[in-house]
């Protein structure tokens, strides 16, 4: 429900292409609030008309909130909470680090979300440039969108060609951050008739770089390595074909490519840093970067049978990620530190201190602003992990297509066969010295004396991999799926509407591991494992449109992902565990929703809202055992959550836009978790989140010096995250009472903007009063004194220039 062009932040400065019609801009502040047509039933249909819970971006609305990425669009969807360290989403509560994907990911009719196969296992998001439309949809969508669509759906929808404009989109934008380095941008997308009605293109290129605002410093020599050393470029190249082979076929080739490279990431040492100041100090020795691209390759047939549609598309989806998801410095040196205390390694008490670490009073490796390794000079130790995604996808449906019968339907027929690598390693060619020094007497335990008759010291002082590797850990995974699925609404009266759907999906996962390295206490017998479903989702809903404005519909849905089956590893080595992990099962939830679609006012005030109740069973849950390092899957317990979602806008008068949403979820587990004899939660344990979003804007348009402008404010508010999570319970495994809840977060933008000919010049100030909360405090252990943190971006003001004819 939103106002599709009045207070778009538009178009780039292209005049000497002699487009001179005056832009949407101009034309969008009269009368009533238009209306945004969205395909959340893979079908066109007015969103007011939809009985769902659906949030909508146009490109338009894109424009406006100067969106580069989905982590702007958060702020303006109830009822999601997003990681933009692992881009996970969350929606309704539902999020798990563990098992498959539980919100889908789709690029047009493409799903791109990546199975927990390993530690980092991070999903990629396209950017947020030349899309017609971003759909947020809201509970379980099982039925259109199968597996991994537990919580919900967001997808990315990309511009069709047209066959009989020329069109042109552009922006570009420099900005500045407070305490930072600078940030630039260029796009540009092109596109109309090859040939009049029947052969059109459209492409597309855009760069950005994100200027960085924390300082790398070298933790032993004090000396700064790189200023401002967050920062990030993305590239971003598409294409596509439009050929209208006869007036019922219509064929579209398209190709979609992204490459994001994360000089560094977010987080900063907190006792070395001040964010009130604009002191950002990061000392973890390695660079902790993350590079991702993507390919897409698709292609969608439209063949209008007459009385129905047959749409087919099949696409390739390529990726490859190397991150370096946690400092391997850090793990290692936090993990040996924990095994002087505990005794998992053997210390002889009769050596003396060696290197100032006295082994009968073991001293922290890590204090809270520095490494504390007094003798033994600068240690480095890098972790890499590797996902790979090859998937194909064929999907052919047929529907009907005439939206006025008193029986709308759909059928079709989906198959993916994926393939997902995932590497794990840490490189550390100083793990024998490091031993050596922390056990003293070679003699006695070190890694260059002979053998100890100690098992587990011995295995840790073993030759290196031949790459330098102490840890490699590498899971190839297959997951095949083949579904039947159908939907169809019957007009019981013209305004009570049934709708009923079902999937029917048989799915397979398998996956072949190898583990070596001392850390692994390897080499590892190279296992399998496999794991066999035939999951079923059915819905059901029931609309009644009361008026041509006013709308209430009443939906019960259930959602699934895929099970799986866990690599093995040295059962040994651990001491929570003493049987090894097999597979785990599909878990699923069960979504009632209840809620209304208005108009008011002549259509110059639209409300549309809905409350729900989910419940969520046989969770898939990652159990990680801090003794040995490792982690596996485990299906235990169940969780409730239930809120509200309210959207709405209102146009007081023409010249004034308002809108605002409003969320509310709370999730909690309902039953007592426990795998391998760890409690992972107990009943009434709050799943992780903010239980409250709320978000606020105001545009003005009008004219100065004979120029259409406009100004316009934002206010957006997250609330403290839950307090009463897992890692709170004194009965947790995970419990860790100095891992504090996210406060709140109050981030006011401001932007102001004015026409000249076919460009819009935009000033912009996000996050204008510089809001700094300390965001996602984290440590490698509860025994480890060095806090990490995020941080928001700081006051970041620039300037737009945007075309769109």
Request: charged share 15%.
């Amino acid at each position: 429900m939103r106002k599709i062009v009045a207070g778009a932040v538009f178009p780039l400065a292209i005049a000497f292409l002699g487009l001179d019609q005056a832009p949407a801009f101009a034309q969008a502040t009269q009368g009533g609030i238009e209306e945004v047509t969205v395909t959340a039933t893979r079908r066109a249909e007015s969103l007011n008309k939809v009985p769902m819970s659906i949030t909508a971006f146009t490109s338009d609305r894109l424009d406006q909130i100067n969106a580069k990425s989905f982590g702007d669009l958060v702020a303006y969807t109830p009822g999601v909470n997003f990681n933009a360290d692992t881009n996970a989403i969350s929606i309704r509560g539902v999020n798990s680090a563990a098992g498959d994907a539980t919100t889908g990911i789709y690029i047009d009719d493409t799903p791109i979300q990546l199975r927990t196969l390993g530690f980092g296992s991070d999903n990629a998001l396209p950017a947020v440039f030349d899309l017609e439309r971003v759909e947020v949809l809201r509970g379980p969508q099982g039925t259109l969108f199968g597996a991994g669509s537990e919580g919900g759906t967001v997808r990315f929808i990309t511009p069709t060609p047209s066959l009989t404009d020329f069109q042109v989109f552009g922006r570009s934008e420099v900005s500045t951050t407070q305490d930072g380095a600078p940030s630039y941008e260029a796009g540009l997308a092109l596109g109309g008739p090859i040939a009049d009605d029947k052969l059109g293109f459209r492409v597309s290129g855009w760069w950005r770089h994100d200027g960085g605002w924390i300082d790398h410093v070298d933790p032993y020599t004090g000396n700064t390595i790189a200023k401002n050393d967050n920062h990030t470029e993305t590239y971003v190249l598409r294409g596509e074909l439009l050929w209208q082979a006869t007036s019922n076929l219509a064929i579209t080739p398209s190709v979609f490519y992204q490459n994001r490279n994360v000089n560094n990431d977010d987080e900063y040492w907190v006792a070395l840093s001040d964010p009130g100041s604009g002191r950002y100090i990061n000392e973890t020795p390695e660079q902790m970067g993350n590079k991702d691209r993507f390919v897409l390759p698709a292609v969608k047939v439209d063949w209008n049978l007459g009385g129905a549609d047959l749409i087919s598309n099949t696409s390739y989806f390529d990726r490859k990620q190397v991150v370096q998801d946690y400092s391997g410095t850090l793990y290692n040196l936090s993990y040996f530190q924990q095994s002087e205390s505990t005794g998992v390694l053997p210390i002889d008490y009769s050596t003396p201190c060696t290197g100032g670490l006295c082994l009968n009073a073991p001293q922290p490796l890590l204090l809270p602003g520095a490494i504390n390794l007094p003798g033994f000079g600068p240690y480095r130790s890098t972790n890499y992990v590797t996902n790979t995604q090859r998937n194909f996808t064929q999907e052919v449906r047929v529907q009907s297509n005439d939206p006025n019968d008193q029986l709308v339907w759909v059928v079709g027929a989906f198959f993916t066969q994926q393939r997902q690598l995932s590497v794990e390693e840490i490189h550390d060619p100083q793990l024998a010295a490091l031993t050596d020094y922390l056990w003293g007497d070679p003699t006695v335990g070190g890694c260059y004396g002979p053998p100890t008759g100690d098992v587990l010291l011995d295995v840790w002082c073993e030759d290196l991999l031949p790459n330098g590797d102490d840890y490699i850990n590498h899971t190839l995974g297959h997951e095949r799926q083949i579904a039947l699925f159908g939907n169809a609404t019957y007009a019981i009266t013209p305004d009570l509407k049934l709708q009923v759907g079902a999937r029917i999906a048989k799915t397979h996962f398998d996956y072949d591991n190898y583990a070596d390295g001392p850390q692994d206490f390897g080499p590892n017998t190279p296992n399998s494992g496999k794991q066999n479903e035939t999951p079923f989702t059915p819905m059901a809903n029931l609309t009644w449109q009361i008026s041509d404005d006013d709308m209430l519909y009443a939906t019960v849905s259930k959602g699934y992902r895929i099970g799986g089956a866990n690599a093995q590893f040295p059962i040994g080595a651990c001491t929570e565990i003493t049987q090894a992990p097999g597979a785990y099962n599909s878990d699923t939830v069960v979504n009632y929703e209840a809620g209304s679609k208005d108009n008011f006012l002549n259509n110059r005030l639209q409300l549309s809202g809905s409350v729900f109740y989910l419940n969520w069973s046989n969770i898939q849950q990652l159990n990680y055992l801090p003794s040995c390092g490792f982690q596996y899957t485990a299906n235990v317990g169940s969780a409730r959550s239930t809120g509200f979602d309210l959207e709405g806008e209102w146009l007081p008068i023409d010249a004034l836009d308002i809108d605002f949403s409003l969320g509310y979820t709370d999730a909690e587990f309902t039953t007592t978790s426990i795998a391998g004899g760890q409690l992972l939660a107990s009943k009434g344990d709050k799943l992780p989140g903010s239980p409250w979003t709320f978000s606020l804007g105001a545009q003005y348009n009008g004219q100065v010096l004979g120029h259409d402008a406009f100004i316009r404010a934002d206010y957006e508010y997250q609330s403290q995250t839950a307090t009463d999570v897992v890692t709170h319970d004194p009965l947790a495994s995970s419990f860790d009472p100095a891992l504090v809840a996210n406060p709140e977060q109050n981030i006011v933008r401001l932007k102001a903007g004015a026409t000249f000919g076919n460009t819009i010049v935009t000033l912009f100030a996000d996050n204008l009063f510089n809001s700094h909360p300390q965001l996602d405090l984290a440590h490698q252990d509860s025994d480890t004194l060095l806090f990490e943190a995020t941080a928001l971006r700081p006051r970041t003001i620039g300037v737009t220039l945007t075309y769109r004819n």
